[in-house]
């Protein structure tokens, strides 16, 4: 006999879990040990009827999220069968799909928030769906329990069937919260798990922003300085000075700018044995020109000791770390300044583009990365003798159009 056979009282948890948060996971914890159910299911909404999805976040992201905060629960699964399913979903046909993977005889306790069992008479075949599938209602605290009670009494009266109501203290979480937590740079930590909020950062999800305090600025300044020479390290503050004057001119983030611009050169000075076991370690991909020069791996090393030593995961800051020496095809606008910046900050000595790259970089970026690229193309042929990376050439043909007259 299989495992699902066996299975005699399963919950779904459905909701957008956008995201999905330690009150849902406590409420579901709670059904499972006061209905004593086999297994927990959770379903993440596909496109509900009553919901535009326009500032809803991809199914794909909420689920992962899902996945993320139920793995330690071994009775906590995820379904995709609603984000699978092509048009609007209807709890009606999740309710069946389950029956039909589970058996007929499996009892079924949908668990939802008791806003949208209240309105449950308006879902599509609500009725039959009253008859095949057992509801827990649960709300958060300061619910107006009297009217749910009152409602889901009559219900069970006149439809005989079986809603309950589950009050779980731990909503006092919710998901709307969570995202305008986000927004207001306040914390989430506690409120979901830790692997949600990683991924939450990672994936930029909810307009999440990066703020640091006066403190964890000095604190970098002193980690910065603890890993480079003096005169690295003097160079990487003129870096900093400059790519936050041409963040604040051309409209960029400043705590990013300043991050990514502190940590750019940081694995600069390791040596290239270390350079190499650490690209293997962290699987960082080289094409063969940079095998050949493992110096120029410092970037995509330096993104990875960011994010390993101070879990800062933010794509757009460590790119920006990643692509300053060789730059690559489609750059942002932070890229493009932690290159432009380490170009012409002020301690490096003057060469003969360098303060027109700076006047460029002040208000143009495409056409000071015109002139940077140009720059860099000659000093290496005509001065290094070397051949330059495959990209140089690609990039200067794609901004040479930027370079039109004033
Ligand atoms: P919602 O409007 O996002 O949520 C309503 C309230 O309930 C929110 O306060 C929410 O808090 C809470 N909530 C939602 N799901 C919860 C859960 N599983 N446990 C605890 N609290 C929960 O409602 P929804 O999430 O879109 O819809 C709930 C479920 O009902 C979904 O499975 C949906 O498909 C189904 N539904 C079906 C139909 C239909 O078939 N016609 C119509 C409407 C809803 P958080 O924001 O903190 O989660």
């Known amino acids: 006999m299989n495992r699902q056979n066996k299975i005699r009282k399963l919950a779904i948890m459905g909701g957008t879990f956008d995201p999905i948060h330690m009150g849902h996971l406590v409420t579901a914890e709670e059904v499972r040990h006061e209905f004593q159910v086999d297994e927990v299911i959770f379903v993440p909404t596909g496109h509900p009827p009553h919901k535009s999805h326009i500032n809803m976040t991809t199914c794909e992201h909420r689920y992962l999220m899902t996945v993320l905060a139920t793995a330690a629960n071994p009775y906590f699964k995820v379904s995709r069968i609603e984000m699978e399913r092509e048009g609007v979903t209807y709890t009606i046909d999740t309710i069946k799909e389950l029956k039909c993977i589970y058996g007929n005889e499996v009892e079924l306790y949908f668990i939802t928030g008791a806003d949208a069992v209240q309105k449950i008479l308006s879902w599509k075949e609500s009725e039959e769906l009253l008859q095949i599938c057992n509801f827990v209602a649960v709300t958060r605290p300061g619910y107006n329990k009297e009217e749910l009670i009152q409602q889901i009494e009559e219900l069970n009266k006149q439809y005989k069937t079986n809603i309950y109501f589950l009050e779980v203290p731990a909503l006092a979480i919710s998901s709307s919260d969570i995202r305008r937590r986000l927004k207001e740079m306040k914390p989430i930590k506690y409120l979901v798990p830790q692997e949600v909020e990683n991924y939450i950062k990672k994936h930029e999800l909810y307009n999440y922003q990066i703020r640091l305090t006066d403190k964890e600025k000095e604190e970098m300044y002193q980690y910065v300085a603890s890993k480079l020479s003096p005169k690295r390290y003097a160079h990487t503050r003129g870096v900093v000075e400059m ?33 190499l076991a650490l690209c293997e370690k962290y699987h960082i991909e080289l094409d063969e020109y940079e095998k050949k020069n493992i110096y120029l791996a410092h970037g995509k090393i330096g993104a990875v000791i960011l994010e390993r030593d101070w879990g800062i995961s933010k794509p757009s800051i460590l790119n920006g770390i990643k692509y300053h020496t ?9 890229e493009k300044v932690i290159y432009l910046a380490d170009m012409t900050e002020e301690g490096r000595s003057a060469y003969k583009e360098k303060e027109e790259i700076k006047r460029l970089a002040q208000y143009n970026l495409d056409r000071a990365m015109y002139k940077a690229l140009t720059s860099s193309y000659n000093y290496i042929t005509n001065i290094l003798k070397k051949e330059v990376h495959p990209i140089i050439n690609e990039l200067i043909d794609y901004y040479k159009q930027f370079d039109i007259p004033e």
């Open 243 to 275: 790519a936050l004057e041409y963040a604040k001119l051309n409209g960029l983030d400043y705590d990013e700018t300043f991050i990514a611009a502190l940590f750019h050169d940081i694995a600069k000075e390791i040596s290239a044995e270390e350079s």
């Open 326 to 334: 060789l730059g690559r095809l489609n750059m942002t606008d932070l």
